[in-house]
């Protein structure tokens, strides 16, 4: 259930933004990382899960599911990465999804979370890191 939301977010921003390489976050902005970029990118990783409501049985009937991007582009000076914040923030926020959970056809709406945009600064040779956490409810 939480792969295939991911998923999902992954696959309406690759389809959204042309020449965006997205992918499932590995570390690669930590430091003392050796990776070779694709920009821009978007990365994903969970967040943070939890059941809202469950029944008697404990089957969880409605959940909050937390998925942050990392964005990011080496073009500081023209602002890329922000451009490419903006075009995500049109695929997703305020949006309902939805997608396959084995053969059950699951639901969401997408918001931006309290945390917001926050930006991350510079990862050497001036690549501007962004992090957006979204909300499916």
Known sequence: MIREAIEKIQ??????????????????????????????CVMTALHSYKPINT????????????????IADRDINASSALDTVENVLKLTDGKD????????????????????????GYAGAGVEIYTLVLRLT
């Open 11 to 40: 696959s309406i921003i690759s389809t959204g933004i042309t020449g965006c390489y997205v992918s499932r976050y590995k570390g690669e902005f930590e430091e003392g990382v050796d990776w070779n970029p694709q920009f821009p």
């Open 55 to 70: 029944a008697a049985d404990g089957t969880v009937l409605s959940d909050e599911t937390r998925i942050i991007l990392y």
């Open 97 to 120: 999804i939805e997608y396959m959970v084995g053969t059950t056809k699951a639901r969401a709406h997408v918001s931006v979370a309290e945390e917001g945009l926050i930006r991350q």
